[in-house]
């Protein structure tokens, strides 16, 4: 495995690398969910290639830019087991050279659930991927169904720019209990831990009662909240369920692909967390 | 020659073509302008590829899209005449899909000068060259530099967004009495055709001001100023001379390459030119 810490270094070796390239890019801290990223660009792909850069641009001020959790050892390690060729972790000046101004907006989808909540998360986001889809090139890039609207943003943005990329989204991974891995699990205390199983068992209630005909949007959410609520830790950001390629939210009976999905803080930490039924 | 209507096809002949590849996106109703930009990537690379799209999202209400000129077997016939292998005509559905909502804008450089008389233009030149990047992907592509701050802020997109494009800059080709060519020129009386001729006439009275050891920036756009002013038919929208990188306008002597630039209305035609001084 080859690690680049410069833009040259990453383009000459990918240069050299045999396609179809698969890309993996990520902030660090790496989990199963990550792995299982690289494991399908490896099944994929002659060449898998990962990255680290924890991306200034998506974080607000005072959000946890400066304490989100780095472990570059454990990370390298981690890739290297699950088979990836060549890793890149850019500096900060070489991905944002000194005076860049430059910054990819995807309007619609990015004004409502994470990008509400969070004001320029996404242009962030869509601006690092853009970068990084430059700088490697790659034949398909991998992410996370966890991160439901940014699988949304990047695919949007992708098809509207032209962009030669395919993006593949791939299933949640899950602790044992159900919580979706998540490298900001670690900020939760042992009780905040316990009552965020409530999350996933929420949403797999809602699945249920979809499987059994439930097609009123209000219903369905209403089922996840009080499942959320009887939680007293759990503070609730949003429970969603909107039409899965638009955002929109639904009022009308569910009759297209539909993304169930939910925001709950416990402390400082939110997690999220999403489902997508089909009728 | 090969003409492409469809990215599909663009790309599947630009797969088989010989690096490196040289790009001019236009907008169609070539002039010889175009054409020595054509001429250049003809001596710089294997493969020339062309584009003809005029675009919708650099026009505001109430601007020249309808009634922009048109010609495209003219157009094919001097592409071909000129050296280019391969010409991208694509359909406007193409490079904006429908429920297409992703913008790129570069800050600062693109809220003055042509950016502040024409809101949104920029964001609509930095799209669509990254679309037609996308499409093509050319090792260089070349602009002219007659539209000066387009060729700033492309080069600016270019840099920001680390794409693997070297962006080439050419010189202004002008008329044998000196107005820069310009596909808007045919929109010119032939009394506003005469007195346009001030526009680079009042350039080169700069640069022999500049070259004789002016420095001041109020005494140099006092001169073009007035020379544009003796032309009845003039309206001067600006008269700027402003740092060549930052485009912020200069107060003080200059002591960096600066860009003296200027657009002028003949009825409802804009005209621009532009010079650039090095001390």
């Known amino acids: 495995m080859f690690v680049a810490r410069t833009v040259a270094e990453l383009r000459a070796a990918r240069h050299e690398a045999p396609g179809p390239i698969g890309f993996v890019p990520t902030m660090g801290y790496l989990h199963q969910g990550h792995m299982s990223l690289v494991q399908a660009a490896r099944i994929d792909c002659a060449t898998v290639v990962a990255s680290i ?36 972790l850019p500096g900060v000046e070489e991905v944002y050279t000194p005076g860049d101004t430059t910054r990819i907006r995807v309007d619609a989808l990015t004004e409502v ?20 889809f430059h700088i490697v090139q790659p ?8 991160d439901a609207q940014q699988l949304v943003v990047i695919r949007r943005m ?18 044992p209990d159900g919580l ?8 939760l205390t042992p009780e905040q831990r316990q009552q965020a199983v409530a999350l996933s068992q929420s949403l797999r209630a809602a699945e249920a009662a979809f499987a059994d005909g439930v097609r009123d949007p209000h219903t369905l959410r209403r089922l996840v909240r009080e499942r959320i609520e009887a939680q007293p830790l759990a503070a609730i950001d949003y429970i969603s369920l909107a039409d899965a390629s638009t955002l929109w939210e639904l009022n009308a009976d569910i009759e297209a692909s539909a993304l169930l999905s939910l925001a709950v803080g416990f402390g400082n930490t939110h997690l999220l967390d999403n489902t997508t039924l089909v009728p």
Chains 1, 2 share one sequence.
């Open 53 to 88: 850069f924890v991306n200034p641009t998506q974080f607000a001020t005072g959000e946890d830019f400066e304490r989100y959790p780095r472990n570059e050892t454990n990370d390298l390690a981690l890739l290297e087991a699950n088979g990836a060729d060549l890793v890149l």
């Open 180 to 187: 979706a891995c998540s490298s900001r699990n670690v900020y």
């Open 113 to 132: 659930l994470e990008g509400a909540r969070r004001p320029g998360h996404f242009i962030g986001v869509a601006t690092v991927v853009a970068k990084l």
């Open 158 to 175: 992708t098809r509207d720019l032209l962009l030669p990329v395919e993006v593949v989204g791939c299933p949640t991974v899950r602790e």
């Open 139 to 146: 034949d398909r890039a991998y992410f996370g169904q966890k």
